[in-house]
T-cell receptor, first 112, second 115 residues
């Protein structure tokens, strides 16, 4: 399975944009990039996913490098509620037997 | 629509006992996955059930087992509890199983403490 690497922790100021990087240098052509986050004392929640093109939704944007070996989750205006552990996960489009493999993720702290 | 519910939320057991945790998926979801989360190992996949069949299993000993009922509700059982089984056990449901686009919806978890 292709692996992802993320920084252990990042810090941001409230109301500023946050760019959370993820490296996946061994990504295959059929791997989708998914992001989940886990708020304190809660289960993880889906944030966004994409394949090649940049994606936007109400929570965040996903910017995918042209060679797909890295991606960046963008929170446009961080709030205190965005303090969480963010996980970058690869999901193979053609593998129906796969499970979710969570790495250690990036712990984002948001300062008021 | 109600989210994923897990019962009980907290549990204290002693070594050697067994425990059963329950998960009710979102209505209409047919896949249920279980995860163990510990500070040292992070989130680890236990197993996934779809249509009452185990489709996938993580690297855990046979003391960890599960099942799914016809209404998609799922239970997991841990026998002969060890101290290292103390963890947050998370259940996640999704519409289908295995598809790359599947969004998993997680419950709040059951916090198991083994003394």
């Amino acid at each position: 399975d292709a692996k992802t690497t993320q920084p252990n922790s990042m810090e941001s100021n409230e109301e500023e944009p946050v760019h959370l990087p993820c490296n996946h240098s061994t990504i295959s052509g059929t791997d989708y990039i998914h992001w989940y986050r886990q708020l304190p004392s809660q289960g993880p929640e889906y944030v966004i996913h994409g394949l090649t093109s940049n994606v936007n939704n109400r929570m965040a944007s996903l910017a995918i490098a042209e060679d797909r070996k890295s991606s960046t989750l963008i929170l446009h205006r961080a709030t205190l509620r965005d303090a969480a552990v963010y996980y970058c996960i690869l999901r193979d489009r053609d593998n129906y037997g796969q499970n979710f493999v969570f790495g250690p993720g990036t712990r984002l702290s948001v300062l008021p | 629509k109600a989210g994923v519910t897990q019962t009980p939320r907290y549990l204290i057991k002693t070594r050697g006992q067994q425990v059963t945790l329950s998960c009710s998926p979102i209505s209409g979801h047919r896949s249920v996955s279980w995860y163990q989360q510990t500070p040292g190992q992070g989130l680890q996949f236990l197993f996934e059930y779809f249509s009452e069949t185990q489709r996938n299993k993580g690297n855990f000993p046979g003391r960890f087992s599960g099942r799914q009922f016809s209404n998609s509700r799922s239970e997991m059982n841990v026998s002969t509890l060890e101290l290292g089984d103390s963890a947050l056990y998370l259940c996640a449901s999704s519409l289908e199983a295995g598809h790359y686009y599947n969004e998993q919806f997680f419950g709040p978890g059951t916090r198991l403490t083994v003394l």
